[in-house]
């Protein structure tokens, strides 16, 4: 679980000049025109913008869970487009860990069960065993291993979602709004262990977010606005959340998409 055992370190991700519609009845909405973006190996980046601007749809997209109408999607050497849904899945089981707001746990499974399951459905689960421990431990969850998540907090119920979303050893983890169901002190501690994951571990990370104190946890936030990359700065420049709050806030409203 650490840096020099991590397998495929080299993982950059790059989408090019991604596009995608969705049909709603008689009209169509363009979620993604046009989206370009380079992430590097080991980056930890926070993809913001205001509800409907296509963050979700471009998350997904890297994580091949949605093909593009046009673009592609590059994982390291793998282009996505190239890969059928049976090896774009294993694919995604290998090499992706993702995180979702909701937890999506499966209800009638305790945390550890929950953990394994991307190693049984991936013919692995030999390998539980040796993997599961360490992790129990770096997300600080161990004493609730044999619970339900019925019986977690909110906070708990997300490093198990974590912990599953690692258990593959992936390079790139993609969340989607992952504090977005905890309270603002639970989410803060979910930030700091997403930027200890990524720096320990080098690991590739990137985080959709509307919530600027998620991204100021982050290397780089990336804005989108109605489908399209509007902008993207280094949190580095701003010396605390408020600041970059603010930048963000001035960003959107005053730029066209
Ligand atoms: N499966 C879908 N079917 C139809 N429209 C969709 C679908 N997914 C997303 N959209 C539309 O695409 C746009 C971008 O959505 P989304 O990527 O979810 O934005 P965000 O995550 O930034 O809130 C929105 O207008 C949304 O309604
Ligand atoms: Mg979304």
């Known amino acids: 679980m650490n840096a020099a055992t991590s397998p ?19 009209s169509v909405v363009e979620a993604l025109k046009g989206v370009s973006l380079t992430v590097r190996t080991g980056e930890f980046v926070a993809i913001m913008g205001a509800s409907g601007s296509g963050k979700s749809t471009l998350l997904h997209t890297m994580a091949g869970l949605t093909r593009p109408d046009e673009g ?11 890969l059928s849904d049976a090896k774009l ?7 992706i860990g993702l995180v979702f707001q909701a937890f999506n746990l499966i209800p009638t499974l305790t945390a550890e069960e929950n953990i394994t399951m991307p190693l049984l459905t991936d013919g692995r689960g030999g390998q539980a065993a040796d993997r599961l421990d360490p992790l129990l431990e770096r997300l600080g ?25 690692l258990i593959t050893d992936p390079a790139l983890v993609l969340a989607d709004e992952p504090t977005g169901s905890l309270d603002s ?22 985080v959709v977010t509307h919530e600027p104190s998620v991204a100021a946890w982050t290397e ?7 489908g399209r990359i509007l ?17 963000y806030q001035q960003v959107v409203a005053a730029k066209p998409a």
């Open 185 to 206: 002190v639970t989410g803060q501690a979910i930030c700091r262990l997403m930027k200890e994951l990524c720096e320990e571990q080098k690991r590739t990370i990137i």
């Open 8 to 26: 495929d370190l080299q993982t950059p991700v790059k989408t090019e000049n991604l596009t995608k519609r969705f049909r709603q009845g008689e």
């Open 72 to 82: 592609r999607v590059l994982i390291a050497d793998t282009d996505l487009s190239t």
């Open 231 to 247: 902008t993207e700065f280094r949190t580095a420049d701003f010396p605390d959340p408020a600041a970059l709050t603010v930048h």
């Open 141 to 165: 969850i161990a004493a609730r291993r044999r619970h339900r998540p019925d019986a977690m907090s909110g906070g708990e119920q997300q490093r198990v979602a974590i912990a599953r979303a």
């Open 89 to 95: 899945t294993r694919f995604r089981r290998r090499k």
């Open 220 to 226: 780089r936030v990336v804005v989108m606005k109605d």
